[in-house]
């Protein structure tokens, strides 16, 4: 939910979100191989959190993603975690693009900003795929749960990210994670975000797994091979990664089953051989044999927990978009949807015992 950078380039830029192309083009030529200029540059029109651009040169493009300008909420935008991971994962074969640098000297574009490859290939907006064949769709959404499954069976310890995430239960530093931001970022009483901040902290789930999580994986933060080749060439936007329980990241992927189809990533109701899309049993079977598993638990929490989480997260949106730091046009649109995921996360809370 946080960017799914849109490929589309903008028009206008707006002047915070202008980048000093002589003193990043000094930058590159100390920090990228190969590096030649003349540089230009453009900006994503997607983005809602972190500033995304495609540099331009006559050898090669590249990718720099940055912290946006203005007053920012505590612990968002964190480009220094987001390159960390990717620079870890990079070497083991893991679809990420390769990392050039990071720079957090603020005297250079003005804020903290990474560079890394110009990953080619598809993204994928809708869930329901409508450019792909009944096959194709099943063989795509069966190399997203296997990728998914693949980093969680990464070994963190073995490629130096053993510290990415803080000890103890991952629910409850997630839970007091969002609520702080959502009340760093409240602007009206919403009683579904009150009844959630008292019932998720008191029916915590035991923690039994520890892995790198995502955070916000779904459809449209990845790129797919050329064509129609069911392959993921690159998962994109680790702005929400740390180490915890599997099960959330997992379950967050898996709310897209639960979620009315309305041009992203749900598929409720759609699912069959009629589309090719499987079900949510067989996805959740064939993540089980994939990461070894003999099953999941009741997922009416899970469901809660992260739709609560993403409400929050979008009120940080609404709250940028209010104070005129919100990095994308569609942030009013976007920061509307606060009031009905809140609705939608107390459903599940009920179902789970609230």
Same mark, same amino acid.
């Given at each position: 939910?946080?960017?799914?950078?849109?490929?589309?380039?903008?028009?206008? %830029?707006?002047?915070? !979100?202008?980048? !000093?192309? =002589?003193?990043?083009?000094?930058?590159?030529? &100390?920090?990228?191989?190969?590096?030649?200029?003349?540089?230009?540059?453009?900006?994503?029109?997607?983005?809602?959190?972190?500033?995304?651009?495609? +540099?331009?040169?006559?050898?090669? @493009?590249?990718?720099?993603?940055?912290?946006?300008?203005?007053?920012?909420?505590?612990?968002?935008?964190?480009?220094?975690?987001?390159?960390?991971?990717?620079?870890?994962?990079?070497?083991?074969?893991?679809?990420?693009?390769?990392?050039?640098?990071?720079?957090?000297?603020?005297?250079?574009?003005?804020? @903290?900003?990474?560079?890394?490859?110009?990953?080619?290939?598809?993204?994928?907006?809708?869930?329901?795929?409508?450019?792909?064949?009944?096959?194709?769709?099943?063989?795509?959404?069966?190399?997203?749960?296997?990728?998914?499954?693949?980093?969680?069976?990464? @070994?963190?310890?073995?490629?130096?990210? =053993?510290?990415?995430?803080?000890?103890?239960?991952?629910?409850?530093?997630?839970?007091?994670?969002?609520?702080?931001?959502?009340?760093?970022?409240?602007?009206?009483?919403?009683?579904?975000?009150?009844?959630?901040?008292?019932?998720?902290?008191?029916? +915590?789930?035991?923690?039994?797994?520890?892995?790198?999580?995502?955070? &916000?994986?779904?459809? @449209?933060?990845? /790129?797919?091979?050329?064509?129609?080749?069911?392959?993921?060439?690159?998962? +994109?936007?680790?702005? +929400?990664?740390?180490? =915890?329980?599997?099960?959330? &990241?997992?379950?967050?992927?898996?709310?897209?089953?639960?979620?009315?189809?309305?041009?992203?990533?749900?598929?409720?109701?759609?699912?069959?051989?009629?589309? =090719? %899309?499987? &079900?949510?049993?067989?996805?959740?079977?064939?993540?089980?044999?994939?990461?070894?598993?003999?099953?999941?638990?009741?997922?009416?929490?899970?469901?809660?927990?992260?739709?609560?989480?993403?409400?929050?997260?979008?009120?940080? %949106? /609404?709250?940028?978009?209010?104070?005129?730091?919100?990095?994308?046009?569609?942030?009013?649109?976007?920061?509307?949807?606060?009031?009905?995921?809140? !609705?939608?996360?107390?459903?599940?809370?009920? /179902?789970?015992?609230?």
């Amino acid at each position: 939910m946080t960017d799914a950078p849109d490929e589309s380039l903008q028009a206008d %830029i707006p002047e915070r !979100d202008r980048l !000093d192309t =002589g003193r990043l083009s000094a930058w590159m030529r &100390d920090h990228v191989d190969g590096f030649d200029g003349p540089l230009t540059y453009a900006k994503f029109a997607g983005g809602q959190s972190n500033p995304t651009y495609k +540099l331009m040169t006559p050898g090669a @493009d590249y990718v720099l993603r940055r912290k946006p300008m203005g007053e920012l909420l505590p612990s968002a935008h964190q480009v220094d975690r987001e390159y960390r991971v990717m620079a870890a994962l990079h070497p083991t074969g893991f679809p990420v693009p390769r990392q050039y640098g990071l720079c957090q000297d603020d005297g250079v574009i003005g804020s @903290d900003f990474y560079v890394m490859e110009m990953v080619e290939g598809r993204t994928i907006w809708d869930g329901t795929m409508p450019d792909l064949s009944p096959d194709q769709r099943r063989d795509h959404y069966h190399a997203m749960i296997d990728t998914l499954a693949d980093l969680h069976n990464t @070994d963190h310890e073995a490629i130096g990210l =053993g510290d990415f995430g803080r000890p103890g239960n991952y629910f409850e530093r997630q839970v007091g994670r969002w609520t702080k931001q959502y009340r760093a970022a409240e602007t009206e009483h919403m009683p579904a975000m009150e009844t959630l901040i008292d019932f998720l902290p008191r029916t +915590l789930p035991e923690q039994t797994r520890t892995s790198i999580v995502h955070g &916000d994986y779904r459809v @449209d933060n990845m /790129k797919f091979a050329s064509g129609t080749e069911p392959r993921v060439a690159a998962v +994109l936007d680790w702005e +929400l990664c740390t180490l =915890g329980d599997p099960t959330a &990241d997992l379950t967050y992927y898996l709310m897209s089953w639960v979620t009315v189809p309305e041009g992203r990533s749900g598929v409720m109701g759609l699912t069959g051989a009629e589309t =090719g %899309i499987p &079900d949510l049993d067989e996805m959740v079977a064939r993540y089980c044999a994939r990461t070894g598993r003999d099953g999941l638990p009741a997922l009416d929490w899970y469901f809660a927990f992260n739709l609560f989480r993403l409400a929050s997260i979008v009120q940080g %949106i /609404k709250k940028r978009f209010l104070i005129g730091t919100a990095s994308n046009a569609k942030a009013e649109a976007t920061a509307a949807r606060v009031p009905m995921l809140a !609705d939608a996360a107390l459903d599940f809370a009920r /179902k789970a015992g609230a």
